[in-house]
């Protein structure tokens, strides 16, 4: 009796470890069975380098290099405006700040991280764009300027909570070696901790940048959503991922368009798929 | 003559009162060795000489303690740190070079001559009983060493910043009996120069390198006296006890 219910949660728990396998191994198939179609009609070659994306002209021209570069463009400078204070900040937590002051930090980036997505986009709406349109004096303030900003915001949590992980796995003792050695605070954060948290940092900023790849709505409500290659970041763009969000409502099931959205699904599914396994070489190195 | 004095010292970590009211003096170029079960307090005692303790967020201490007459609430703590340095239980290379894991404390210091650090490289090699063996492979890196040379190693980065007291906290736990032997005679020909206090659980070498020996017991200083004394004819009881394996 005890080995029949011993075979029947083993085979249970079994179950349930395969159905997520099935299910990502499901999705993808659909994705690649959806999107491969739209190769009938344009080359990969043109699908990823063509500079028009008119979806519904007669003939439909399928380019999405403007959405790959709008795409690029905001989460470069999301990360180059949330890697260096998110990093700071998980430093600051780990290593500096009084115990109370910690808490109080702690509590505020787990609460950023619980903001909705829309909200964060609404809220930067009228805040942000007006401002951004004012500071540089432009016709618009959606632009890829607003959407950078914002989505460092998003991206911030993820990246801080990480990084102080990784600083805290640091072994006690690397820090009182440097310490003894008659090293300075800041010495010992620079030259000891940092590089032996170099990969679970690293990991960290992957995570932080997957996660502004992959955001749609706040993006969507802030950047302008025009399919022009950006010359400046202070051009309105539209990303992979509002594009999907945008158009799939209105494209005809079985048609060129609608072919076509799936296959940015597969670019876009490839892009994170790359910075996760990265971002989980990075992890494992760490831990060995 | 009178490296560190003593007086009256006391530490807390929150309630815990971890050394009561500790007496004592610590002469130049000796090796006082600090013996006592777990949580006598001996480590704690070590880590206040280079206030390695102030780490610790709850840590807590009054009384007053001299480094050359000097109370080292009043010394600069990295210049503190850098005239007592410290040996820790186990070697802890950094994933560099052996030459670049000797001259990292200097190069902290802010020295940058390739001449100097040379010189001082092969000088605190030579002194930690380590350079005949890497003198040949300065630049590999420190992981290949064995544990005992990572550990003289440790030794020679901590003599490249010139100290003048060196702590060492039980530095042979990890090691085998003829590496200990080797950290054992580069401490008896380093107190030539510097003193030494040396932390350990191995009561035997207590007796055999220390000039001195301290007995502390659940944070008191139960004994302080010539090491020969100590082992032969122990004031206190709970002396006798501990050295003879009675009991910690």
Redesign the interface.
Known sequence: MRKLKEFIVEKLILICGLASIFFVALIFLFLLKEGLAVFKTVSLFKFLFGKSWYPISEPAQLGILPLILGSLLITVGAAIISIPIGVGCAIYIAEIA??KIKETLKAGIELLAAIPSVVLGFIGMVTLVPLVKNLFNLPTGLTALSGSIMLAFMAMPTIVSIAEDALYSVPK????????????HW?TIW??MLPAASSGILAAVMLGIGRVIGETMAVMMITGNAAVIPHTILAPVRTLTATIAAEMGEAVVGSEHYFALFAIGIVLFVISFAINVTADSFLHKRQQ | MVKFEIHDLNIWFGSVHAIKHINMEIQSNEILSVIGPANSGKTTFLRML?R?ND?N?NFKMNGEVRLDNEDIKNIDM?????RV??V?A?P?P?PLSIFDNVV??LR??GIKNKKVLEERAEESLKEAYLWEEVKDRLSESAFKLSGGQQQRLCIA??LA?EPEVILFDEPCSGLDPISTAKVEDAMVKLKEKYTLVLVTNNVKQAARVGDRTAFFLSGELIELDKTDKIFTAPQDKRTDGYIRGKFG
Do not use: C, I, S, W
């Open positions: 009084p115990l003792t690397y820090k009182e070696g440097a310490f003894a050695l008659g090293a300075t010495q030259r000891v | 280079n390695l780490l967020q990295e210049l503190l740190r850098k340095g410290m820790f186990l802890l950094l990292y404390g902290m210091h980065r901590t910043v």
